[in-house]
């Protein structure tokens, strides 16, 4: 464990694997942008690292990641940091628009991207919640095993707003299921998820890590250049597939619709936090 790594986010190596944890239980592993820096960090060290080949992302707890933080008491999106993915001025001090679409080019949008670029293989290992703004971490990365209690979901069409900042839902599963993902808010399973191609292995919540870590380990065997280059090679076809120009397009009307809710309704969010969110959950469960 290194004693640098701050403690919403855990770092630490076995061999030529780095294992990133994201650190808020307690949360459900929501991110703050705390987290996002500190996942940032955690990153740029593993790819810095030449005895590094693979690096697993990983949420400490029962659940991966619940989303973005959106009503914790270290809720921080008010907080200047310094830039890391995008050249851009400051959000904090400014108004509206300028001050959403600054933020969520750097925290959301940009740092996904940039995680997804690095160049080395990462794996997301998911159990439990991967919801919203845990959803762009896994996808993010370049592919997902799941224990069998994990689900998926984003619900944000909840809050008007046509899925999280970091798009990929029509890529990674097709266009008819990325539509009822979003149109009905439900929690994909982690067998559905699977079988729609989002994850690529589903095992038991015990066996998770050592499957996981197995893979790592077979991973690390390769040539260093090689998964460098096969990653690029992927990434690249999957950008000529529309990925990269799709996520730019769809970016806009993310904005367009929380600057709706912001002349309509209370906030940008329309006036849904963690909790709102969740009875709006239970109230649509009911209804059908
Ligand atoms: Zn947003």
Same mark, same amino acid.
């Given at each position: 464990? *290194? ?6 986010? /855990? ?27 500190? @996942? ?31 009503? /914790? ?6 907080? *200047? ?17 300028? &001050?959403?679409?600054?933020?969520? &080019?750097?925290?959301? =949008?940009? +740092? ?12 997301? !290992? ?8 845990? =959803?762009?971490?896994?996808? $993010? ?5 799941? %224990? ?47 079988? =729609? ?10 066996? =998770? ?5 197995? +893979?790592?380990?077979?991973? *690390? ?6 998964? /460098? @280059? /096969?990653?690029? %090679? ?12 799709? !996520?730019?397009?769809?970016?806009? @009307? ?13 906030? &940008? @969010?329309?006036?849904?936090? %963690? ?5 709006? $959950?239970?109230? *649509?469960?009911?209804?059908?």
């Amino acid at each position: 464990m *290194s004693d640098q790594a701050p403690e919403v986010v /855990t770092y630490e190596t076995r061999g030529p694997v780095a294992v990133v944890t994201l650190n808020r239980p307690r949360y459900r592993n929501a991110q703050n942008s705390k987290v996002t820096y500190a @996942l940032d960090a955690a990153v740029v060290k593993a790819v810095n690292d030449d005895e590094i080949k693979v690096i697993v992302l990983a949420g400490a707890g029962d659940h991966f990641c619940a989303g973005h933080d959106i009503g /914790t008491p270290e809720r921080d999106i008010d907080e *200047s940091f310094e830039r890391k993915a995008v050249i851009w001025y400051d959000h904090v001090g400014k108004q509206g628009v300028d &001050s959403r679409f600054a933020r969520e &080019s750097e925290v959301y =949008l940009g +740092m996904c991207r940039r995680w997804r670029e690095i160049p080395k293989p990462m794996i997301a !290992m998911v159990q439990g919640a991967c919801v919203a703004g845990g =959803l762009m971490l896994a996808w $993010a990365c370049d592919f997902i095993v799941a %224990a069998d209690d994990a689900f998926f979901a984003d619900p944000v069409v909840r809050m008007g707003i046509p899925g999280v900042e970091y798009f990929a839902h029509p890529w990674v599963m097709n266009p008819r299921a990325a539509k009822e993902f979003l149109y009905t808010a439900d929690r994909f399973t982690a067998d559905r998820a699977r079988e =729609l191609g989002m994850v690529n292995h589903v095992v038991p919540r015990a066996d =998770l890590e050592q499957t996981v870590m197995d +893979m790592a380990q077979r991973i *690390s065997a390769m040539p260093r250049l090689g998964l /460098t @280059l /096969t990653k690029k %090679a992927i990434n690249q076809a999957e950008d000529l597939m529309g990925l990269r120009a799709g !996520m730019d397009s769809v970016f806009g @009307l993310h904005h367009a619709a929380h600057a709706h809710n912001a002349e309509v309704n209370v906030d &940008s @969010l329309a006036g849904l936090d %963690a909790r709102g969110m969740a009875a709006a $959950a239970k109230q *649509s469960a009911g209804a059908v």
